[in-house]
């Protein structure tokens, strides 16, 4: 496998190793991190959607092609939704449970059976012939699922497969990384800040109601609300989560 990654891959690589190369965190995956997997693995097009299959639901779509695209207002699509039952390359992760498994879309179909295939007439793009996908677990019930496309050329090899299974934890690391600045403490008000300040010093709903001239339900009302847009559920959390902003 060494004989064929290049100096090129290597960059590449190492800048999708890299935590902290990232300045625009992008709207799910970092824009810089997709044209580094793009660059390694010799694609034309990527795309990540986040789904929700069990309910028919396709939440949020970002694409890198000749321009980066995101759209999470995707309107029903029933007609895809009917194809994605009957095409085994689109269901596996829902049929098999299994999301560890890089897949290829030559495991399921030859060229011309995609090419004949609903999915592809009603719903695939110029160009996407040659597909890859690597699944990421994203909560109860909701599935990533990262897929890398090629036109007519090289079909994507166990070279590939074994780079992007290896590279898996770092995506959802990276994933989970514009999560959190997405949930960050800048998004909560400056009433929020001040009192999850008093929380951070030990003070109890009592001592941060009288601080605050407020009535202990409130403050429970302000925590829960904090809570839900940090993405956590105690007061340790959420004094972790100001800290590590440097909000303390």
Request: glycine fraction near 6%; hydrophobic fraction near 35%.
């Amino acid at each position: 496998m060494a004989d064929n990654i290049t100096e090129r891959d290597l960059a590449a690589l190492r800048g999708l190793l890299d935590p902290d190369h990232v300045e625009d965190p992008g709207p799910a995956l970092p824009w810089q991190l997709m044209e580094h997997l793009r660059e390694l693995f010799h694609c034309d097009y990527l795309e990540l959607d986040r789904t929700e299959s069990a309910a028919e639901s396709l939440l949020f779509e970002q694409t890198l092609g000749e321009i980066r695209e995101y759209d999470d207002e995707m309107p029903p699509e029933p007609h895809y939704w009917e194809h994605y039952w009957s095409t085994d390359a689109c269901n596996y992760p829902d049929r098999t449970g299994d999301l560890a498994h890089v897949t290829r879309l030559s495991d399921f179909l030859s060229d011309r059976e995609w090419r004949a295939s609903p999915m592809y007439t009603d719903f695939g793009r110029v160009g996407q012939v040659r597909g890859m996908s690597v699944y990421l677990p994203d909560g109860p019930r909701q599935l990533l699922r990262l897929m890398f496309w090629r036109g007519r050329g090289r079909d994507f090899d166990e070279r590939d497969r074994l780079m992007l299974t290896l590279l898996r934890p770092h995506l959802v690391a990276a994933y989970r990384r514009v999560e959190r600045r997405r949930r960050a403490p800048a998004a909560l008000t400056a009433r929020q800040l001040e009192l999850l300040q008093y929380v951070a010093q030990g003070s109890t709903n009592a001592q941060i109601a009288r601080r605050m001239r407020l009535s202990e339900g409130t403050v429970r009302t302000h925590l829960n609300h904090i809570y839900e847009r940090l993405g956590v559920t105690s007061r340790t959390a959420a004094v972790t989560r100001m800290s590590s902003a440097g909000l303390e």
